[in-house]
């Protein structure tokens, strides 16, 4: 591995601009090629943020032999396959959340990673951000004594076409998989496992998708996270952590905020402040590059089978809501 990372990116999208803005941020990384399934949108692309080689193809992209590793911006059903695609032409992978559409598929995808003996990691951003980096901290040292409920939300109103991804269920639609992922990832990483009992409602729009989702989650222990998600209204996209001596917030938004609110009964408040360099997205890829130094297969923050556990875990959820996506 050299000193410098080099980045190629599928697809040309939203989350695409986001990662490629946050990679200018990282001395040690740039971003070296694009792939698109058109030329046209691979050189608008590739002109906006001054990335060196356009490439017509997905396959083309992998092939390069200047790209060390692949940022996959793809819509959700087409995560396995251009994971694939990478995987067997030997490049180690950042995959954008959710992994896939389902369980299974991820499963399939870390097991050829594996096999391969390449990198790979789920790129759910929000973990490595300097507020989240923090709450794992101050969970760590008991800060709140023993942690008893999660809450925590993402929504917000779209009143979109309904061909747009977040509708369409041919492209993985619909808030869980999109928004809902947040929520469930961050009580997975307080609590460090899977819920053993799951109570859920859900509103389904009328293409078939999830508009509204609340869900209630139950641990070995008794512990619990109330979790909700919609794509219906704007919520107030918060998470705080309950336990018997305190209660640690994310303001809003929860996801990528700066600042963590700690509360602990007769000490008032102590609100730490940690403002972010770039636009967040670096901190993930920060985390691909120091992975991909010491010759990691996956990270130890965002673990594979981690992943894995949260895509059965919204694999249950859609099949208390009767949401089968086509093709499944």
Same mark, same amino acid.
């Given at each position: 591995?050299?000193?410098?990372?080099?980045?190629?990116?599928?697809?040309?999208?939203?989350?695409?601009?986001?990662?490629?803005?946050?990679?200018?941020?990282? !001395?040690?990384?740039?971003?070296?090629?694009?792939? /698109?399934?058109?030329?046209?949108? #691979?050189?608008?692309?590739?002109?906006?943020?001054?990335?060196?080689?356009?490439?017509?193809?997905?396959?083309?992209?992998?092939?390069?032999? $200047?790209?060390?590793?692949?940022?996959?911006? /793809?819509?959700?059903?087409?995560?396995?396959?251009?994971?694939?695609?990478?995987?067997?032409?030997?490049?180690?992978?950042?995959? $954008?959340?959710?992994?896939?559409?389902?369980?299974? !598929?991820?499963?399939? @995808? @870390?097991? @050829?990673?594996?096999?391969?003996? +390449?990198?790979?990691?789920?790129?759910?951003?929000?973990?490595?951000?300097?507020?989240?980096?923090?709450?794992?901290?101050? +969970?760590?040292?008991?800060?709140?004594?023993?942690?008893?409920?999660?809450?925590?939300?993402?929504? &917000?109103? &779209? *009143?979109?076409? *309904?061909?747009?991804?977040?509708?369409?269920?041919?492209?993985?639609?619909?808030? +869980?998989?999109?928004?809902?992922?947040?929520? %469930?990832?961050?009580?997975?990483? @307080?609590?460090? #496992?899977?819920?053993?009992?799951?109570?859920?409602?859900?509103?389904?729009?009328?293409?078939?998708? !999830?508009?509204?989702?609340?869900?209630?989650?139950?641990?070995?222990?008794?512990?619990?996270?109330?979790?909700?998600?919609?794509?219906?209204?704007?919520?107030?996209?918060?998470?705080?952590?309950?336990?018997?001596?305190?209660?640690?917030?994310? !303001?809003?938004? &929860?996801?990528?905020?700066?600042?963590?609110?700690?509360?602990?009964?007769?000490?008032?408040?102590? %609100?730490?402040?940690?403002?972010?360099?770039?636009?967040?997205?670096?901190?993930?890829?920060? $985390?691909?590059?120091?992975?991909?130094?010491?010759?990691?297969?996956?990270?130890?923050?965002?673990?594979?089978?981690?992943?894995?556990?949260?895509?059965?875990?919204?694999?249950? +959820?859609?099949?208390?809501?009767?949401?089968?996506?086509?093709?499944?």
């Amino acid at each position: 591995m050299t000193d410098t990372i080099n980045w190629g990116i599928i697809g040309t999208g939203n989350i695409a601009s986001k990662f490629a803005e946050g990679l200018s941020a990282i !001395d040690d990384a740039a971003l070296v090629a694009v792939g /698109s399934r058109s030329l046209n949108t #691979a050189d608008a692309f590739a002109k906006q943020f001054g990335v060196p080689r356009a490439h017509a193809s997905y396959e083309a992209l992998v092939n390069d032999p $200047e790209v060390d590793v692949i940022y996959i911006s /793809s819509p959700h059903p087409m995560h396995k396959e251009n994971a694939l695609l990478c995987l067997n032409a030997g490049k180690p992978i950042l995959c $954008e959340k959710p992994f896939t559409l389902n369980a299974r !598929d991820t499963e399939d @995808v @870390v097991n @050829v990673a594996r096999q391969k003996g +390449l990198f790979l990691m789920e790129a759910m951003w929000t973990r490595f951000l300097p507020t989240v980096v923090k709450v794992r901290e101050l +969970l760590q040292a008991g800060e709140i004594g023993e942690i008893r409920m999660v809450t925590a939300d993402f929504g &917000f109103r &779209f *009143d979109g076409d *309904d061909e747009h991804r977040l509708l369409n269920p041919h492209l993985g639609g619909g808030a +869980l998989l999109d928004v809902g992922i947040y929520p %469930v990832s961050f009580a997975s990483m @307080v609590y460090g #496992a899977q819920p053993a009992k799951i109570d859920t409602q859900v509103v389904l729009g009328h293409t078939g998708v !999830d508009e509204l989702g609340a869900m209630l989650f139950q641990y070995e222990n008794g512990q619990m996270a109330n979790l909700y998600t919609t794509l219906q209204i704007d919520t107030p996209q918060e998470a705080t952590i309950v336990g018997t001596e305190g209660r640690i917030r994310l !303001d809003s938004p &929860f996801w990528s905020g700066e600042i963590v609110n700690l509360s602990k009964p007769g000490k008032g408040d102590d %609100v730490m402040h940690f403002p972010m360099n770039g636009n967040g997205y670096n901190y993930e890829a920060s $985390e691909v590059g120091k992975c991909l130094r010491a010759g990691k297969l996956e990270s130890d923050i965002m673990p594979l089978d981690e992943s894995i556990e949260i895509m059965h875990t919204m694999d249950k +959820l859609r099949a208390e809501w009767g949401l089968v996506y086509p093709g499944e």
